[in-house]
């Protein structure tokens, strides 16, 4: 509990959750203990911390080389292991489930760009999730190019029904929309 206290202190003073990482685990030499500590002081549940540890302790925590505490912070920070989950509504999750349905008919995605939307996902950033999609093309022999940009419309439309939509959102669903109709036009 007290090495929360320090993380929440040194998150009170702007560091970054990698650099609160880094010094805790130069203190205590404990990278696991350290993460914990930085994950505890973010709020994150218990039991999703555990999960998102287990999940890269044996590459990251188990053997730490001497000195790499700020490259294991950022690494951990880069992986997600730090986002804060965000309280998603009905329409936030009814987004969500059309972006995995376009995903679906994209025919094919990029490990990194699967993971940079996950991440989205958790922290409620679905405006960046969405233009990232909105700048994605489907794969031209196993994608489903009108099925994927009609099902991004649909989400771009949910997007704009928030009292002050990103205005972001609004030239993204046009161009979606411009894509859905020549996907639609033989």
Known sequence: MRL???????????????EVYAALARR?????RAARAVCGALGIPA???????????DALLADPRPNSEADTGELLEALGVFDIPKPLNARDLAVIDLFLT???ALGG???????????WFTTGNLTAAYLSLAAT????????????????VTAGELLTTTPTPDRRIKPALTHCRTQATRATTP
């Open 28 to 32: 205590t030499r404990d990278p696991l």
């Open 109 to 119: 995605i990029r490990a990194g760009h699967q993971h940079g939307l996950a991440r």
């Open 137 to 152: 093309h489907p794969r031209p022999t196993t994608g489903d190019p009108t099925h994927y940009w009609t099902t991004l």
């Open 4 to 18: 929360s206290l320090t993380a929440r202190h040194l998150f009170d003073t702007g560091s970054t959750p990698a």
């Open 102 to 104: 376009a995903i679906d």
């Open 47 to 57: 039991a999703d911390t555990q999960l998102r540890l287990d999940d890269c302790f």
